[in-house]
């Protein structure tokens, strides 16, 4: 690496709902490194082991998409073409199926790794062009509970705090979350708080002991799927203790009288059991919360991917509304996105459920504004297609064609034998993404070469509301395009061209800005060029004179017709899959620290595999030994829906009757017997549609090998 760079620009990391900032230097080779941008309100310089090699991933163009690839027939060659014959089949295929079998015959499925600018694009083609709500993302798989949550207790999806409020507090509750393997950064500064201020209280809930719950002043180890009861517990021990705000509850909220008699309902000693935790630590979190000054929930995937994640979140989000936490500095509930843009995808309406700047599908006059606006005479008012259920039309051949972008769901998607029948049965699979690596373009009719990140300029938007700015700074290698150029392209060859003629990405931006005007999360006084020059802007920034908005509530006032919060009162109910003498075991399945989704990134650096390098499960020694299986050993996980075949890892730091197992591995097709998916099941929640990654009953045996 040059010592004296060439180049220099600003830009964000593209892996977690962190967002930390990075200057990108290119040397004249076009090589280039990464550093963290100090700078940047929200990482101040800091890079987790992920960010600090995300240069490689760029470097490395072994592995690189470089041209349309397209066959004729299943099972022929995947034969080199051009832009325009790929394109000319992909529109021609496309418009035949909306023609022949209607628009809900086709569908889209993104990823929360895209820019806002592509995203936008691609929610406008689908949902108003093609006229189905058939567009979901991978967003889908770790957020849909909490925006769910969000939207029927706050009446919109809307984070109210910010990275500062970390700094602020005094007690945090952490739940279904690992920030210091899977979100480091917002880690890092909850350590550093820490240990200035030694009276901060962190109490963690996680069946496993993770490197997070490490430094908790109290561990809450539950059984899986308890969550509700213990939150439900924490409620009524806060009120016994007459530690609510009844003022805040009195003013600002509804509903509080009926949860009240839902959680004196159960004993804090009943919920101990059920739970399974000591009745001391839960009086001991409710003193805690109780007495705080300044309380922030933070939660992930461990509490979405559930079948009853809606639920799980609102039991939570009562808690801060029961203790007037909330809209003020230093508190609040703070969902942690996964993704770099899972929250820019959502402004855009990028799921099949939602509609352009936080409108509702159901609202007739909301749907109005967005067709008057994109000039079309409708947008479908029947939610489209989720997720998984975009896979299951494809296996029952109601929907023929799909269009993969930037994510790879055979591995990552639930049940990959439905996902995998679905891609066998479709009549037309477009594929388009960075890597050659991604399994699902095994199953392509077409493969489009797509620009990387440090390769196009847009924008992404982090955990707390932050708009960030990307610079274009290298070159895509052979004919790889930006995937808003590749979807712009498509909408001409439809025949929609008058409607996409967007010259630069800052055109769609200033579209996208002109469409959240009046909304609660207007960015009208946003460009790519104040962008440029700000660096980043927590929306919303309604006006060019906004210096935006680090938190949301401040007056109290809410996103519900009546402007109150709703407490909601919630049956405790797990619902998952029944454990049974035959599958008596809990899966839950998660991440380890230097690895990345589906690894089609970091898979390709060497170093991050130090950490570690092949896939495990997790196994208690209780339920090790009564298995004859000893550290090290290759066992066999299994249950009615397939197996994988990894080495256990026998340790205090899961539960009995709960395994755990990454869910990177299973990428590259010939190690597919490591893909934790192929043990999920397709449980949703019905309200929010996110799977459940959490709770799959299985199997252990120790392998033998035939
Ligand atoms: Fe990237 Fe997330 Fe690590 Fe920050 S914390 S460097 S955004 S992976």
Redesign the pocket.
Known sequence: MSSNPKESLKST?S??G???GIIVEKDKKGKINVKGNPDHPG?KGM??S??MNLHYTVNDKSDRLLYPMMRYSRGDQMQRVSWDSALDRAAAVFKNFILKYGPDSVGLYASGQMLTEEYYVANKLVKGFWGTNNIDTNSRLCMSSAVAGYKLALGEDSVPVCYDDIELADTFLITGANPAWC???IFRRLEAHKSKNPNTKIIVVDPRKTQTASMADIHLQINPGTDIVLYNAIGRGLIEREKIDLDFIINHTDGFEAYKEQVMKRTLKEAANICGVRLDDIRWAIEYIGRAEGFITMWAMGLNQSVVGVNKNLSLLNLSLITGQIGKPGSGPFSLTGQ?NAMGGREVGGLSNLLSAHRDMKNPEHRKEIADFWGVPSVPDKPGLSATEMFESLKSGKMKAIWIMCTNPLVSLPNSNIVEEGLKNARFVVVQDVFNTSDTAKFADLVLPAAGWTEKCGTMTNSDRRISYLNKITEAPGEAIPDSEILIRLAQKMGYGDSFNYITPADIYAEHCKLTKGTNIDISGLSHERLKEKGSMQWPVPSSDSEGTPRLFTDKQFYTPNKRAKIHSVPDDNNSEAVSSELPLILTTGRIRDQWHTMTKTGKVNKLKKHIDSPFVEIHPLDAEIRGIKNGDPVLIKNDRGSVRVNARITNDIKSGVVFLPMHWGRILNRSFARANNLTGSLIDPISKEPDFKFSAVEITKYQKP
Do not use: E, F, Q
């Open positions: 990391c892996y977690c962190v967002g930390c990482s890079l987790c992920k960010g979100h480091p950064i770099p």
